[in-house]
């Protein structure tokens, strides 16, 4: 009720990830706000709202694990959304990061937008190294045309 009270004032992107309802604000002895008595961001899995399934193939665990780390979040499924997670668009920019550095792919901030699920997200970088593997095959066997003497003479 509060995520579609705010959505009619708010744009999407102030939405929050999160909400934690407390019984009392935890104070220190001098009356201020004791932050450290807070629990930490992400430490909650509240944002995801399907069934938890676990990585099946190496590239959801790699990206589950990148996810974990960026998003400092402890349980996470091929079905959580990123930004329901509390992922944003600077989280987004490590997220790609640390999947170009591990994959060595050119992966861009849109794909996270484009695919915000492991599930989809490594769909795609699987799709992405099977196009560039059928490019380097490409390659290998123009090569190799170019090299067979016959393919090579006047009647090219």
Do not use: C
Request: charged fraction near 25%.
């Amino acid at each position: 009720d509060l995520r579609v009270f705010l959505s009619k004032r708010l744009p999407e992107y102030m939405l929050p990830s999160v909400f934690l309802f407390l019984d009392a604000v935890p104070l220190t002895p001098n009356g201020k706000v004791d932050r450290r008595a807070l629990h930490a961001p992400g430490a909650w899995n509240v944002g995801a709202r399907t069934e938890h399934v676990a990585s099946r193939t190496q590239t959801e665990k790699d990206l589950t694990g990148i996810w974990k780390e960026s998003l400092s979040v402890e349980r996470l499924g091929i079905h959580d959304d990123f930004f329901d997670i509390g992922g944003h668009s600077l989280s987004a920019m490590r997220v790609v990061a640390r999947i170009q550095r591990s994959h060595g792919l050119d992966v861009s901030v849109a794909s996270v937008f484009l695919y915000p699920t492991i599930e989809l997200l490594a769909a795609e970088i699987d799709r992405m190294r099977i196009s560039m593997q059928s490019e380097e095959d490409l390659l290998r066997i123009l090569d190799e045309i170019d090299d067979i003497p016959a393919l090579n003479s006047e009647g090219e």
